[in-house]
């Protein structure tokens, strides 16, 4: 492999990547925001549907809460039981039911029934952590942040472009080495990556068109 600068790198691997995964599918976050816009309310929902979940579970799953609720004010009046009705089969659907009913209360208490857009106000809210926040920020208000999801993490590590043990550390290394126009983006492409290439166990490397600049650290099986 070429010595060129990591940066570079990751801009190539983002300009292949925009190529290779145009026929797939989006994920869930895009494909809700191609149908209502960026509204932050239902990218915050979706992304808490999402969490150990599916797309293909959690997307269908927003979709059919949406039809009754899609603003806070909305969701408190529908019963704990009906929203696990229509969210399940999505992981954890007993607790996110009432975790959806937990932010959307606050929401109303202590912002105006308005997502904030800030980290910290973000990260104040029961059960949103790093990851959500950054969705949030990032496809919610178009505020540049980097989603460091599951998929992310393990790619940008066998990529080489971070050695990391925690989503944060990734997050942070990503950062440094990629312009801020890329950081929204990067977690889409990631994304579709990793759940049609690099998948977690057995990576599709004889079929990535990124192999050439790939290390693929710690993939030990790949096909
Ligand atoms: S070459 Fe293999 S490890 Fe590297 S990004 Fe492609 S599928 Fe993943």
New binding site residues.
Partial sequence: MAVINQTDRAIKIIAILRQASKNMVRPATVSLIERYGRNPYLILVGCLLSLRTKDSVSLPAALRLFELATTPQDMIVIPLNTIMDLIYPVGFYRKKAALLLAISQELIQNFGGNVPDTREELLSLPGVGHKTANLVLSQGFNIPAICVDTHVHR?AN??GLVQSITPQETEEQLKKILPQKYWSEFNTLLVMWGQN??TPRS???SA?P??PL?P?KG?TH?R
Avoid: Y
């Fill in positions: 790619i066998r990529l290439i690099c990576p599709r490397c990535c990124i192999a790939c693929k993939a790949s």
